[in-house]
């Protein structure tokens, strides 16, 4: 099973060319998807400041998405806070704090295009773009 970043997520629904050929093989031949939770959010509110173009309003797309696809979704967990906010992570964010805690706490790697998160030794991660 591969964790996907809030914009992988974006990225595979929208098509966009973002997500390179190599990641897109292997999202397609991953027998497993997953999402956290905080993905859901994330992409409700960049539909609501008009960062995402959608037709829907968000809480459609993300029932649409959910339903076209067969990504399993993983709650925020109180040890996921927890580790969370263990993780050596300088990166202040805190919804790629909370998405790089599930992949550790649940044992994934983390597909993702952002460059603070690649660099981290302890994450296992995959490369999206």
Same mark, same amino acid.
Request: glycine content about 2%; charged content about 25%.
């Given at each position: 099973?591969?964790?996907?970043?809030?914009?992988?997520?974006?990225?595979?629904? *929208?098509?966009?060319?973002?997500?390179?050929?190599?990641?897109? /093989?292997?999202?397609?031949?991953?027998? =497993?998807?997953?999402?956290? %939770? @905080?993905?859901?959010? !994330? %992409? *409700? @509110?960049?539909? /609501?400041?008009?960062?995402?173009?959608?037709?829907? !309003? +968000? !809480?459609?797309?993300?029932?649409?998405? *959910?339903?076209?696809?067969? @990504?399993? =979704?993983? +709650? @925020?967990? !109180? /040890?996921?806070?927890?580790?969370?906010?263990?993780?050596?992570? /300088?990166?202040?964010? +805190?919804?790629?704090?909370?998405?790089?805690?599930?992949?550790?706490?649940?044992?994934?790697?983390? *597909?993702?295009?952002?460059?603070?998160?690649?660099?981290?030794?302890?994450?296992?991660?995959?490369?999206?773009?």
């Amino acid at each position: 099973m591969i964790l996907i970043d809030t914009h992988v997520w974006i990225w595979f629904h *929208m098509d966009s060319d973002r997500l390179s050929l190599s990641a897109k /093989e292997r999202l397609q031949s991953s027998p =497993r998807i997953a999402i956290s %939770t @905080v993905s859901i959010y !994330e %992409t *409700m @509110v960049a539909v /609501e400041k008009g960062r995402l173009a959608s037709q829907y !309003e +968000p !809480e459609a797309l993300v029932r649409r998405w *959910m339903k076209s696809s067969k @990504v399993i =979704r993983i +709650p @925020v967990s !109180e /040890e996921i806070v927890i580790r969370s906010r263990t993780l050596k992570f /300088e990166h202040a964010d +805190p919804f790629d704090r909370l998405i790089a805690g599930t992949a550790v706490q649940q044992n994934l790697p983390l *597909m993702t295009a952002d460059r603070h998160i690649l660099k981290l030794d302890w994450l296992a991660s995959i490369p999206a773009d």
